[in-house]
């Protein structure tokens, strides 16, 4: 930042600079690509950091728009029935499927789609971790 005044609260950041940091960490930028970005320093970043409670707090929040918007796409994804991305959420978010390679389904009992819902419907199942896209899973009728 230039050599003006102290910055001291978050309305003394010029609204440019804290809007490209924003933008940058909803990119999932790093902070050192954040700072290139938004055209300061990292250590200008790291004192606003220590000394600005809302700058803090509104760049926290900043980096976790990557995350979140990859949980709405899989959690919409799996409403919309696709089978392999469920099953790659269960094994991530469920101790019982871990270690599964498929699912048996049981047609007498639940269909994997019942399965799904049931979980998504429980609420401690909040989607924490991505599921890894690299493998295929098969499903075992």
Do not use: H
């Not at 924003?22 to 050192?32: C, G, K, L, P, T």
């Not at 009992?109 to 971790?129: G, Q, R, S, V, Y």
């Amino acid at each position: 930042m230039s050599q003006g005044k102290p910055v001291k609260k978050l309305s003394d950041i010029k609204l440019t600079v804290l809007a490209a940091l924003e933008a940058a960490f909803n990119n999932d930028y790093s902070i050192v690509q954040a700072c290139q970005y938004a055209g300061i320093t990292r250590q200008t970043y790291y004192n606003w950091l220590e000394n600005i409670e809302d700058f803090t707090e509104k760049m926290e929040i900043a980096k976790q728009m990557p995350l979140r918007k990859a949980r709405e796409v899989i959690i919409k994804a799996v409403n919309e029935g696709d089978t392999n991305l469920a099953f790659k959420f269960l094994q991530v978010r469920d101790n019982a499927y871990k270690n599964k390679t498929a699912i048996e389904i049981d047609p007498k009992t639940k269909t994997l789609e019942d399965k799904i819902k049931d979980f998504l419907n429980d609420p401690a199942n909040k989607p924490e971790n991505l599921p890894d896209d690299s493998e295929e899973v098969a499903l075992v009728n």
